[in-house]
């Protein structure tokens, strides 16, 4: 029984009927449309309670399962050992960024050369998977800092940016999610994070547009409030990369 004492003309949700078709047709608009629903993962509170080896287990019986309805012969050589791959891809690779035991520790250190200046990290690749339809995001990064008087080493960008994309996404969220970490590591508000990308989702199927990308921004502290350092930062991640 619901806190409301009423149990008539609702579901185990204790929503109206109504409700629960408009927010079906909403929910299914939001993942066409590829809208989040909030900034954080939607993540249960019990989502590491399954080791990796049991929820490894899990997923290959339940691919399997897909498979074997979508007619394929898994005794095949070639089928066999897909579900496996598939579960282990998932666990350990592509959607390992979901457990925050492996968010990466960026060792801070003091700002030595006073370089109070903009730090620019750009073409950080982006591989991620729409949430929606768990199909590649393709993209790159830019990311920009001014020192508050800590600095992290660089790659520590990179990996702060394919830890928040190894997860089921949405430009949105990831390009604010890699903004906060930033915020929370370097102790500063001005940041900024650009991701260009282009949705799979988008041009393998659905509107099968193969040439759009989708441009997504986050600027903090400065880069919102001062147009010259937004321009400045802009103007760099335009300008060609460094030849080797
Ligand atoms: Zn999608």
Same mark, same amino acid.
């Given at each position: 029984m619901k806190p409301n004492g009423t149990s008539l003309n609702t579901r185990s949700n204790g929503h109206h009927p109504a409700y629960d078709l408009l927010h079906d047709v909403t929910v299914d608009e939001m993942g066409d449309d590829h809208?989040? %629903? %909030?900034?954080?993962?939607? @993540?249960?509170? #019990?989502?590491? #309670? @399954?080791s990796d080896e049991a929820k490894m287990d899990l997923i290959e019986g339940h691919f399997r399962h897909i498979m074997n309805i979508l007619g394929l012969d898994l005794t095949d050589d070639s089928l066999k050992g897909t579900p496996r791959r598939v579960a282990k891809m998932y666990v350990k690779e592509i959607f390992s960024g979901l457990n925050p035991a492996k968010k990466p520790q960026a060792a801070l250190f003091e700002n030595k050369y006073q370089y109070n200046e903009m730090l620019v990290e750009k073409g950080i690749t982006v591989h991620s998977h729409?949430?929606?339809?768990f199909v590649p995001i393709i993209g790159r990064a830019h990311v920009a800092y001014i020192s508050s008087g800590k600095v992290i080493g660089l790659s520590k960008l990179n990996r702060i940016v394919q830890y928040f994309a190894k997860r089921p996404q949405v430009q949105e969220r990831l390009t604010v999610q890699i903004a906060n970490e930033l915020k929370a590591v370097l102790e500063t508000e001005d940041v900024a994070v650009v991701i260009d990308a282009r949705h799979l989702c988008v041009s393998m199927r659905g509107v099968q547009d193969v040439n759009s990308s989708t441009v997504t921004v986050h600027y903090g502290g400065k880069f919102k409030s001062d147009e010259a350092t937004r321009q400045e930062f802009l103007r760099h991640v335009s300008e060609p990369t460094a030849a080797l």
């Open positions: 809208v989040a %629903s %909030s900034i954080e993962t939607p @993540l249960r509170d #019990d989502a590491f #309670d @399954l729409c949430e929606h339809h």
